[in-house]
């Protein structure tokens, strides 16, 4: 059974910074491509930042490059999205996902129960 289970989130002011973990059972951490993803309110869900089976790749949303980093550790079967400068915007319910490489939420296949992430202004 394929599982993933997000951590971290909380509240958190603006300019601050969070890290989530996303912790994997079976085959995902180290078979699979790892994304996170987010749902804001009122909002869809949306591609945030993915990374390759080795780590050697990843790829973000325009607007969090600069601020937001994932990386993994195969060995922990965890992947982490270190998040620096966080502003308002950045509020919704963030998502781990194990599948194929890329931005489509199509591509993945094993989905957490989601953390909620608040930023104050």
């Known amino acids: 059974q394929e599982e993933v289970v997000e951590s971290g989130g909380g509240l958190v002011q603006a300019g601050g910074s969070l890290r989530l973990s996303c912790a994997s059972s079976g085959h995902t951490g180290t078979t699979y491509a790892m994304g996170w993803f987010r749902q804001g309110p009122r909002k869809e869900r949306e591609f945030v930042a993915s990374?390759?089976?080795?780590?050697?790749?990843?790829d973000y949303k325009d607007s969090v490059k600069g601020r937001f980093t994932i990386s993994r550790d195969n060995a922990k079967n965890t992947v982490y999205l270190q998040m620096n400068s966080l502003k308002p915007e950045d509020t919704a319910v963030y998502y781990c996902a194990a599948g194929s490489w890329g931005a489509s939420q199509d591509g993945y296949r094993y989905w957490g129960q989601g953390t909620q992430v608040t930023v104050s202004s």
């Open positions: 990374i390759n089976w080795s780590g050697a790749n990843t």
